[in-house]
């Protein structure tokens, strides 16, 4: 009997082992996960005001249940310690799937995949404020500051803001995605010492896996709780909680494979699956450029010899000894100026000499 209770032991010990956690194993909070389907767009949304002072900005984004794609509200939180700022996560394609990498706090803001969050990280870094010895200080250009914050705020208007044009896609690489590739200080920020989401972070998505209103397939893309001052917590649940139904989960088609953690500790990782072997990629498209080209350009020479035949020969009919046809029309024109000039006008003067007439009775005056 005590052998066959013993085995009775070991074999609801092995069950028990196999059963997910219904909180943890349905989220993607610090596991990698890999899905068949792209993630929504990145809603635009007002971000709420800061509720105190030192409140680190976590930006909204989609993450993933066995029910499918839902909206973890963007909201203010606390860094687990001074000087420390929230690289967010992000959705990377990877070789037909995409794949979640988790988000992180460090010293400096890593690489995010180029996903344009809004209110301060635009793709590149996080402009939206800085710490100051212990007390982190806001850009008013970008967050909205309320009152009673004293010095503890800047205004630089020399940053990139959110607007209308701005690019919405959710995911880096793949047929749509983004195409951003991490810089060499992003690639070192993120091999350098850095800490995971911290307890009200990780309650905070769980409470917004729990609302079945955050689902993407009950929301039709448009959540209706954007962003939120605070954590969410069992005290401080989205306006409209409704709980998941078990209808709710999405068909085996779309279902997500849990794979190892792509958390980005590592960066290379993290630009792996966004960016497999470039050069491998490329040769496809590029397959020894030489021998397309030849068919292309069968010998010049020959093409252009049939439309190219002896030009002068054109020529010679058009142009038949031009001045053969100008001769008949010049024949000796002094010719006919002669016959309009008579000689030895002089002739018709002599008549005009005749001796005056003797007047009747001169003879006789004489005689006298």
Known sequence: MKGISILRLLVVAMVVAVIPL??????????????????PAIP??????????NYVWMPGYWAWSYEGY??????WTYAPQPGYLWTPGYWGWNAGNYAWNQGYWGTSVGYYGGVNYGAGYYGNGYVGGQWSGNNFRYNSYVTRVGAGFGGNTYVNRNVYVNNATASTVSYNGGPSGLQARPTQYQL?????????????????????A??????????HNRPPVLAVAR????????????????SDRVSAKTQASHSAPLAYHAPAAHAAPAYHAPAAHAAPAYRAPAAHAAPAYHAPA???????????AHAVPAYRAPAAHAAPAYRAPAAHAAPAYHHAPAAHAAPAAHAAPAHPGDDKHEQR
Do not use: E, K
């Not at 635009?44 to 002072?53: M, W």
């Not at 070192?188 to 917004?208: E, F, I, P, W």
């Open 70 to 75: 839902y909206w973890v509200p963007g909201t």
């Open 188 to 208: 070192a920020v993120g091999r350098s010492h850095h800490l995971g989401m911290t307890a009200a972070q990780q309650q905070h998505v769980q409470v917004a």
């Open 231 to 246: 954590p969410l917590a069992t005290s401080n649940r989205p306006a409209g909680f409704a709980a998941v139904r078990t």
């Open 210 to 219: 729990q609302d079945r209103n955050l689902l993407a397939s009950v929301n």
């Open 44 to 53: 635009v949304y007002q971000q709420p005001y800061v509720p105190q002072p």
């Open 302 to 312: 020959a093409h252009a010899a049939p439309a190219y035949r002896a030009p002068a």
């Open 22 to 39: 219904p909180a943890m194993a349905q989220i993607s909070i610090g596991i990698g996960i890999n899905v068949g389907y792209a993630p």
